[in-house]
């Protein structure tokens, strides 16, 4: 016979006891809740709630006794398992919370500061060369809309400017650029 009552709680769960898991639950949550506590350092305590991490094991926990057939020979095995998730469940919220953390507007300095240094040489070279490939592909009737599109205009203001219809300057700019994906003899130039 087992020592531990809630070695008796788990055999109800394995066997889908709702109220067992309730129990099981009440059981662990304060010892899970001190364990993601005491992982918590001082600065993301405004922003964790241990109890949020807790439930979110427990519930994939009770997902994985219906649906996939978990099971622990003991509560020592469960406790061992649980404490191994919150671990995991709490670094992958402090890792996302981090990320979250990285991501801060641009200064106002930053709007009146230029948006790159001159490009290389090479680079010009491959501009120009892309241009001259862009006008030879393109028919003469559609090369003023090129022409705009380098200006910096938009779909809605080339076509206001050429009296095509916005969505006829999109295709032909998609197809342009098709075109330009593939060479003369139809195959993928990133083959």
């Known amino acids: 016979m087992s020592t531990d009552p809630l070695d008796d709680l788990l055999g109800k769960l394995c066997s889908g006891d709702d109220a067992a898991a309730e129990k099981v639950f009440l059981a662990y949550e304060p010892y899970l809740?001190?364990?993601v506590s005491r992982m918590l350092p001082a600065h993301l305590r405004p922003k964790f709630d241990s109890v949020d991490v807790v439930q979110s094991i427990w519930a994939d926990l009770l997902d994985g006794f219906r649906d996939s057939g978990w099971r622990f020979q003991d509560a020592a095995?469960?406790?061992s398992f649980l404490v191994k998730a919150v671990r995991n469940r709490f670094l992958d919220r402090v890792r996302s919370n981090k990320a979250a953390r990285l991501e801060r507007?641009?200064?106002a300095e930053a709007e009146?500061?230029?948006l790159a240094e001159d490009p290389r040489p090479s680079e010009l070279a491959q501009a120009d060369e892309l241009w001259q490939r862009m006008l030879a592909l393109c028919p003469p009737e559609h090369q003023e809309i090129l022409y705009l599109k380098r200006q910096?205009?938009?779909p809605a203001?080339?076509?206001a400017r050429t009296g095509y219809h916005p969505s006829s300057v999109r295709r032909i700019l998609y197809d342009l650029a098709k075109q330009l994906a593939f060479d003369g003899n139809g195959k993928d130039r990133l083959e």
């Open 33 to 35: 809740r001190l364990v």
């Open 105 to 107: 507007p641009l200064p």
């Open 77 to 79: 095995h469960l406790r």
């Open 152 to 154: 910096g205009f938009g």
């Open 157 to 159: 203001e080339i076509a």
């Open 112 to 114: 009146t500061a230029p």
